[in-house]
């Protein structure tokens, strides 16, 4: 069974910085491509940022040279550091994989940046 739980939400002021964290389990971690996406109020889920089994990374325009993702292999972790956050990252978080031919979800964790 393929479990990713979140953690590390939370409320920060504009210009801050907070830290994801993502725990796999159920699949080989070190082999998949590990994603975050991104759902805020009233608007589609949308791909933040991916990191893939070497360790080659992509992001959203909007975040480019703000947050950075990381994998460390030995943790089954995949995390999502958060600088100088603006309201409009305000969403809640999920970590995704794409495994043996499905998508997986964790429950997602809420970011809140205040205007």
């Known amino acids: 069974q393929v479990r990713l739980v979140e953690s590390g939400g939370g409320l920060v002021q504009p210009g801050g910085s907070l830290r994801l964290s993502c725990t796999a389990s159920g699949i080989n971690f070190k082999l998949y491509t590990m994603n975050w996406h991104r759902q805020a109020t009233g608007k589609q889920r949308e791909l933040v940022a991916s990191i893939t089994s070497d360790g080659s990374t992509n992001y959203a325009d909007s975040v480019k040279g703000r947050f950075t993702i990381s994998r460390n292999n030995a943790w089954n972790r995949v995390s999502l550091q958060m600088n100088s956050l603006k309201p409009e990252d305000t969403a809640t978080y999920y970590c995704?994989?794409?495994?043996?031919?499905?998508?997986?979800w964790g429950q997602g964790t809420q970011v809140t940046v205040p205007p």
């Open positions: 995704n994989v794409h495994a043996r031919g499905s998508a997986f």
